[in-house]
């Protein structure tokens, strides 16, 4: 494994759930400086989001997709009614 320790060049996470973060927070002592490094979490806002991506070197068609998708409203899914008797 060590031959292909150079490979990884960045993992972004963008809004992470409770779960990845439980994830992160278990793997992180097993994993080598060098890679928790490469780790960066990006948070917030479209424009904080755009700011912080295009810092960390995404640009272009890239950036403005993964905005666009992140800055949207989600959508409600429609839950059946169930009627309580």
């Known amino acids: 494994m060590n031959e292909h ?3 990884l ?3 972004w996470i963008i809004h992470p759930n409770s779960w990845m973060r439980a994830t ?3 793997l992180k ?3 080598k400086a060098e890679t928790q490094k490469k780790i960066r979490i ?6 904080e989001l755009y700011v912080g991506l295009e810092q960390a ?8 997709w993964l905005t666009a998708v992140f800055a949207k409203e989600p959508v409600p899914s429609p839950l ?3 009627a309580m008797t």
């Open 42 to 47: 990006f948070e917030g806002e479209k424009t």
């Open 24 to 26: 992160l927070n278990v």
């Open 29 to 31: 002592p097993f994993l």
């Open 5 to 7: 320790a150079g490979i």
């Open 57 to 64: 070197g995404l640009k272009g068609p890239p950036l403005q």
């Open 80 to 82: 059946p009614v169930v």
């Open 9 to 11: 060049q960045h993992v």
